[in-house]
């Protein structure tokens, strides 16, 4: 790769990002003229996803090529040593500012308290490790399971929750791996929905997401595939019609992407999503809550109106997880509820993702909002709207002779289970008083309907 601080760089000094690359220096054209801070110089094979990824800014010469700015600054070898990083010059030239008022600086330019590691953040605090029947393959909850098909990706997110694996090697699934998959989940026809995740499975190439997207298909009990990819937001040119013809013959196919700022919402980011739309992939959003770069009920706001824009639908704002290397990320739990408050009656419901916890112990994810019940009587259910006012809900008249009862079906007990009556509790087993108890009483322990 060739980057170079050259002309328009320092000197005319708009440039943080000097990103000229050239055999035949073609005119300079700037991604986002309106806006953008950033000098970008674009090689004649830009819109060439090879090329973004064959030309990534990998190591600190090539970040202090691109950002001369940087070059006096902290020494980031011990952190990029330990978490890898690599920014497409696309994602690079969305930097307005080289330092850490800049969003996209921050989630993709390695920084110094990725070394803090204070000990409640572990690097697997979601014990996928413990959830993995077939290495490489997370089943936790009872119809779905998430395939690891790569540890590569185009761009590493300084957040990244699984920064145990992103880019510490970059490789994909073997055939040996995916047919050990495929078996398991043969065996298992309760899941139906499969997410392919990484690594991003879009820096894979055609013929070798192909040979995974297939395989899967080829079990009857798999209904949905999804694929989670931040390709659009960092890679967009990745999205080529060559893909899009591949995907559509393996539908219902629906793709999550993870945006997290309204400035990558760009001209090509939006191309990208078009086009996966109108192969007819449902697109989602999971966007994660940072300090400093997204942590304002505005710029959510503002990220979301333009989401819908696109067809991609918001589906989770995440809390932070408690990853080694993130600290310097986490926000107060309190400040993603309050975005929620903010959400809530200003946009249309189309635009509101679910905030949730992936709780740490494999607890899975647990959403979180504002309160709106206010007060309940066996009659009435105060409810408050997100102006202030407070409405009293009537409750039907009491019968339960008539509800409708689908089938039962065994189930383990979980909270529904104690709400629907057909469990009496869920002991927790490690109190004191519970190791103390006797065992006699009258009772019976069949913890069935009562
Ligand atoms: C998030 C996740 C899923 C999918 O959860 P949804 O709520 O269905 O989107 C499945 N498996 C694992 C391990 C996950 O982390
Ligand atoms: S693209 Fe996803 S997997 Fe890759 S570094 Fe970013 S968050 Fe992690």
Redesign the pocket.
Known sequence: MSMCSASGGEDSCHGDASLCVGDDEPPPIATAPSTTEATVYRHKNWNDWRWQMANRVRTPQQLFAAFPRLAGGPDLTAVMTKYPMAITPYYASLIRRADRSDPIFQMCVPQGQELTDPPFLTPDP?E?CR?MPVPGM?H??PD???VIATTMCSTYCRHCTRKRIAGTRETSITKRRLEQIAAYLTEHPQIS?V?ISGGDPLTMTTEHLEMVLSRLRQVPSVQIIRIGTRVPVVLPMRVTDELCQMLRKYHPVWVNTHFNHPQELTEESAEACRRLADAGVPLGNQSVLLRGVNDDPRIIEQLCRGLVRMRVRPY?MYQCDLVRGVEHFRTPLTRGMEIMEYLRGRLSGLAIPTFVV?APHGG??IPVLPTYVVSQSPTHTVLRNYEGMLIAYPEPHQRFDDQCTAPREESSPGVWELAAGRYSRIQPKETIRHARRQPCCTSDESVGDF
């Open positions: 979601l996928e959830d997370v936790r909850y779905r399971a998430l929905d997410i989770y992936d899975g994810k």
